[in-house]
């Protein structure tokens, strides 16, 4: 079975400092990688999305993901963060093909501080 | 502005009552979706539609129904005999089936149930 894994469910930063979301994910298919931002008691926004192409993907907000399929890995980037990054980011996984099902990891809490 | 809706923000209900949560989008999308969150596990599929009249269950599907009439609505009953209601729950929705498309997120609903 697909399966999403966050390393870190919690990463503490201060302001101005680069920070990394680790993200792997398992499949033997062709997949298709997102992260998403949830900022408290609202719904999800997309950060960025791997599809094909170029490795190195640029989002929203300043960050990027490289996707790496050798270790089978997605991990989302910024190299300065500010207080208002203070969210939750979920990294979801589509396989090709199929119906439009995401598979989305636990979750890591992402807290800036001053 | 297009978007999708969802209504209540926060619902209380008591234990033994079914309890309906409405999902509005103005998108034009085929495809809606529900999402239940729980801290820590992130998202979980319960049901989802990709044409109207039509819809598949997720893989947390039992406790829940869902109709699918318009396609401009998909609302989800909580229905008496889901164990543990308590949740987080997203509706979402995608232009299309085909596994190409971003979902959009609406800000949820929180349901607590005692």
């Known amino acids: 079975a697909q399966s999403v894994t966050q390393l870190d469910s919690q990463v503490p930063v201060f302001e101005e400092a680069p920070v990394e979301l680790r993200c792997n994910y398992s499949?033997?298919?062709?997949?298709?990688l997102f992260w998403y931002v949830q900022y408290p008691n609202q719904g999800l926004q997309l950060l960025l999305k791997?599809?094909?192409?170029?490795?190195l993907v640029k989002g929203i907000n300043g960050f990027e993901a490289e996707f790496n399929k050798s270790q089978t890995s997605f991990h989302l980037r910024k190299p300065s963060v500010h207080i208002s990054d203070t969210a939750e980011y979920f990294c979801a996984v589509r396989m090709s093909g199929g119906y439009n099902k995401l598979i989305f990891g636990a979750g890591t809490r992402l807290a800036v501080h001053p | 502005d297009g978007g999708i809706t969802q209504s209540p923000k926060y619902l209380f209900r008591k234990e033994g009552q079914n309890v309906t949560l409405s999902c509005e989008q103005n998108l034009n999308h085929d495809a809606m979706y529900w999402y239940r969150q729980d801290p820590g596990q992130g998202l979980r599929l319960i049901y989802y539609?990709?044409?109207?009249?039509?819809?598949q269950k997720g893989d947390i599907a039992e406790g829940y129904s869902v109709s699918r009439e318009k396609k401009e609505s998909f609302p989800l009953t909580v229905t008496s005999a889901q164990k543990n209601p308590t949740a987080f729950y997203l509706c979402a929705s995608s232009i299309g089936p085909v596994s190409f498309y971003e979902q959009y997120f609406g800000p949820g609903t929180r349901l607590t149930v005692t």
């Open positions: 791997y599809l094909s192409g170029s490795t």
């Open positions: 539609s990709q044409i109207v009249n039509d819809f």
């Open positions: 499949s033997s298919v062709s997949v298709y």
